[in-house]
């Protein structure tokens, strides 16, 4: 069974900086890319960015391109996404994806 446990979100100033992980189980995590993705409030689900099972390919959304960056420990099953020059419009339900499996989310917000 699929799990995905999402955590470090919270309040950040603007040009703040924020570590999301992502806890994983159930699953070949190394054999797999991860995802993850955001839902800003009212919106649909946007796609921010992936690496593949072995960490050595990348890719991002233009929006979060050169402030994000994705990488992961596959020793402890666990995906990470360093987030810095935060911006309000990052505001937004943070989750981990693989395939059609996503976690609870850990909230990101972006306010002075």
């Known amino acids: 069974q699929v799990q995905l446990v999402e955590s470090g979100g919270g309040l950040v100033q603007p040009g703040g900086s924020l570590r999301l992980s992502c806890q994983a189980s159930?699953?070949?995590?190394?054999?797999?890319?991860m995802t993850w993705v955001r839902q800003a409030p009212g919106k649909g689900l946007e796609w921010v960015s992936n690496?593949?099972?072995?960490?050595?390919?990348?890719r991002y959304a233009e929006s979060v391109k050169g402030r994000f960056t994705i990488s992961r420990d596959n020793a402890k099953n666990r995906l990470y996404l360093q987030m810095n020059s935060l911006k309000p419009e990052d505001t937004a339900v943070y989750y981990c994806?693989?395939?059609?499996?996503r976690g609870q989310g850990t909230q990101v917000t972006v306010s002075s």
């Open positions: 690496i593949n099972g072995i960490g050595d390919s990348t």
């Open positions: 159930g699953f070949a995590f190394s054999a797999n890319t």
């Open positions: 994806a693989f395939g059609l499996s």
